[in-house]
């Protein structure tokens, strides 16, 4: 049994070094070696080497030079030797739906980078939710692939249910968007994000606020409408009423075109950007200027929010952040390495713009 683990692990030097062999080769024909990174950010290779191992003790000066090397040569680690050395694989699985919204899709972005970073590959599975029986059969898929851990996006009830049904034998880490399930901490739009947009709206004097919520069956979503609640109490104030949405600009436009007279709010605060878009222009079609009239804040921060009419206020999710701290929490869990967590309170903050005004009197 040594003999055969002896044989693996020269095998997989050999493989190593066969390709750090490149290291002198044109970049255009011949894949990035540590070497090449480390003559790059001008450290030595086993500093490369650490950092793709998760080790801590690295300055954070030197640390961004070893990630601004392996962005600029596209750097690609050996997994097959790297599985072999270590006798566990390098691959990841991301199991998401609704890959067509904002949160997922970015969360997805961030945890791939960061996989690759630490030298891992993430395999991205897309699940559809109008068919339970593909959902279940893509699950036991991945659950039997030679995968080192599972990154599970549950955004609603009905996924995150599946997933602990789902016996994947590897550590698995449950991420919903910028939230406490990924971060294990308190939520970013608990502690800082909505208090800074009440805080805003309440100095403006609004007190009046209307909310449009997302889809009761999405965490997000009530993660969205609790903080909102919290922080409307926190400043003395009580909603004046609250309408539903399904995350797009059209039921955030009809949501408001249906509210009796906006149960006088003058403002409204949507739980993600489009709908704060389409409450525009339902606001817009009945008369009403925005934000002379009322004011409209949305969530997310969307490449398009500067362009809205108006340009929109809005709280910036940092989904990309999310995704990676998702990832490290797997990789600490799968190299039992601890690794280090983001200050939630920056990934959530308040950009204001020209969609609030004070309020008409």
């Keep these: 049994m040594d003999s055969e683990l002896a044989d693996t692990s020269s095998q ?3 493989w190593e070094a066969a390709a750090d062999e490149t290291s002198g080769a044109s970049s255009l024909s011949k894949p990035a070696t540590i ?15 650490r950092f793709l191992k998760g080790y801590q003790g690295i300055r954070p000066a030197t640390r961004d030079k070893v990630v601004s090397a392996l962005d600029q040569l596209g750097y690609r ?26 949160g997922p899709s970015r969360i997805v972005q961030g945890a791939s980078t960061a996989a690759r970073q630490a030298g891992y590959l993430l395999d991205i599975i897309a699940l559809d939710m109008g068919d339970p029986a593909a959902i279940q059969e893509a699950l036991d898929l991945a659950a039997q692939l030679d995968v080192a ?7 609603t009830d009905e996924m995150a249910e599946a997933f602990q049904h789902t016996d994947f034998r590897v550590p698995v880490v449950f ?8 971060a294990g901490q308190p939520s970013e739009l608990t502690s800082a994000g909505f208090p800074a947009l009440i ?13 449009i919520a997302g889809p009761a069956t999405w965490s997000a979503a009530r993660n969205r409408t609790q903080a909102f609640d919290l922080a ?26 249906d509210a009796p007279h906006l149960f006088g709010a003058t403002a409204v605060v949507a739980s993600n950007d ?28 969307i490449p398009e929010a500067a362009f809205f009419r108006p340009p929109l206020t809005t709280l910036r999710l940092d989904f990309e952040e999310a995704g990676a701290i998702a990832v490290d929490k797997l990789l600490s869990s799968i190299e039992e390495i601890p690794r280090p967590t983001s200050d939630p309170s920056r990934m959530a903050p308040l950009i204001v713009r020209e969609s609030t005004a004070p309020a008409r009197t």
Aim: glycine residues 8%; hydrophobic residues 40%.
């Design 12 to 14: 997989a030097d050999a």
């Design 35 to 49: 070497y090449d990174v480390a003559r790059r950010a001008g450290v030595s290779h086993q500093t490369v080497s």
């Design 77 to 102: 680690p050996n997994l097959t030797a790297r599985s072999l050395k270590s006798g566990r694989s390098h691959r990841i699985a991301a199991l998401t739906h609704e890959i067509n919204q904002i």
């Design 232 to 257: 409307l109490s926190a400043s003395g104030l009580l909603p004046v009423g609250q309408v539903s949405g399904d995350w797009s600009a059209s039921s955030g436009y009809r949501a408001i075109r």
């Design 274 to 301: 489009q709908m704060a878009l389409g409450a525009i222009l339902a606001l817009t079609e009945a008369g009403l200027r925005v934000p002379d009239d009322v004011s409209v804040t949305g969530i997310d921060d």
């Design 175 to 182: 991420a919903t968007e910028v939230s406490d399930s990924v």
């Design 199 to 211: 805080s805003h709206l309440r100095d403006l004097g609004h007190e009046r606020i209307l909310h």
């Design 149 to 155: 851990g599972v990154l599970a996006l549950a955004s």
